[in-house]
Nanobody, 129 residues
Framework: VQLQASGGGLVQAGGSLRLSCTAS????????MGWFRQAPGKEREFVAV????????YLADSVKGRVTISRDNARNTVYLQINSLKPEDTAVYYC???????????????????????WGQGTKVTVSS
């Protein structure tokens, strides 16, 4: 499965962005999809994940209230809407696919980047103050 992330850019603090990640295969609908981010000099961190049918989502505490993850299985695409952007949101954002599912697993599992099987190339988000 190839994942193509897009939608990043330079935005002022307080603004919004919608990131997209499109998968190359129809098997996308059988994968839970996650977003991670990596800021300069920092480790990659979990942002959000959505189950295969979109019925359940989990968010990192740092983005709750500002971020929405959604998916359109007909378009093989997952979205990450980020509102009220802050300079600390500056990072490269990566989408990732988990083929085993996450519903029966705990937070330790789906927040771990090693639980994901396929990764996109990343899209850069820069938030100016």
């Amino acid at each position: 499965v190839q994942l193509q992330a897009s939608g990043g850019g330079l935005v002022q603090a307080g603004g919004s962005l919608r990131l997209s990640c499109t998968a190359s295969r129809r098997s996308f609908s059988r994968s839970a999809m996650g977003w991670f981010r990596q800021a300069p000099g920092k480790e990659r961190e979990f942002v959000a994940v959505i189950t295969r049918n979109g019925g359940t989502t989990y968010l990192a505490d740092s983005v709750k209230g500002r971020v929405t993850i959604s998916r359109d299985n007909a378009r093989n695409t997952v979205y990450l809407q980020i509102n009220s952007l802050k300079p600390e949101d500056t990072a490269v954002y990566y989408c990732a696919a988990n083929v085993r599912g996450i519903l029966t697993s705990g937070r330790t599992y789906y927040t771990n980047s090693q639980s994901y099987d396929y990764w996109g190339q990343g899209t850069k988000v820069t938030v100016s103050s």
